[in-house]
């Protein structure tokens, strides 16, 4: 049996592939998938180029906070070569199920700052991912640091005001921090990203599915010619 028209590949951006349906999840009050996070985040990588900044793709991240072997664990992370970042980010699921592709209800994000040697967890649903993000936090601590890594949650980040923008705002608060950093953010050492945070990403949240299918439109064109 072939692909119906929404599983027709539009782009092939990096290592992340595409298909329309991505594109109506972009148009309507959807929950963003896999697909659309590691694209948006793979596109930051090309915007700030600084090896001392890493995006994580989810389904690494994922595989990081659930992996059932620590050695095995060990040998995936091992190439992966996270300390060598002074900034990383990684998007959190939900999902605990590793048969479960595309699973979880509900995205958040986990920062770790070299600088701060700490964990930042940005929440937009009232601190609702706190579980799988410490979990996620446990599984990856000892192989940025020491294991002397801080945990924080950030009670302070922006909330989405529906049930379905949880990607949307981890997004918009991944290009905030990733601005941040590019634009020399250790001198605000004490506040880090945080205003930035709260007074950018409520508005740029609002605007940023457009803004992605923009993009993914004009990467389609160019590739075109």
């Given amino acids: 049996m072939g692909y119906s028209s929404d599983d027709d590949k539009i782009l092939s951006y990096n290592d992340v592939v595409l298909r329309r349906s991505d594109l109506d999840i972009l148009n309507g009050p959807n929950f963003l998938n896999d697909r659309v996070i590691e694209f948006y985040l793979s ?4 915007v700030h180029t600084s090896s001392a900044i890493s995006l994580i793709p989810p389904s690494i991240a994922f595989w990081i906070s659930n992996c059932p072997d620590a050695e095995s664990l060990k040998d995936f992370i091992k190439p992966l070569g996270l300390r060598d970042s ?3 980010i990684f998007p959190v699921n939900d999902n605990t199920n590793v048969e479960l592709a595309e699973g979880g209800l ?4 986990l920062v770790y700052y070299k600088e701060a040697n700490s964990f930042f967890h940005h ?3 009232m601190g609702l991912n706190k579980w799988s993000a410490k979990q996620l936090f446990e599984a990856v601590s000892p192989f940025v640091s020491d294991g002397d890594a801080i945990y924080r949650e950030c009670s302070d980040t922006p909330q989405q005001r529906n049930g379905y923008d949880c990607g949307v705002y981890l997004l918009a608060i991944a290009q905030v921090i990733c601005q941040w950093f590019s634009s020399g953010g250790v001198k605000n050492r004490d506040e880090l990203w945080f205003t ?3 007074e950018t990403v409520p508005n740029l949240a609002n605007h940023l599915r457009e803004e992605i299918l923009g993009l993914i ?3 389609i064109s160019e590739k075109s010619e």
Avoid at 43 to 46: A, E, I, Q, V
Avoid at 106 to 109: A, E, K
């Fill in 217 to 219: 439109r004009r990467l």
């Fill in 123 to 125: 929440d937009s649903l």
């Fill in 106 to 109: 509900h995205w958040t994000l």
């Fill in 43 to 46: 596109y930051l990588s090309t």
């Fill in 196 to 198: 930035d945070v709260k």
């Fill in 86 to 88: 002074d900034l990383l």
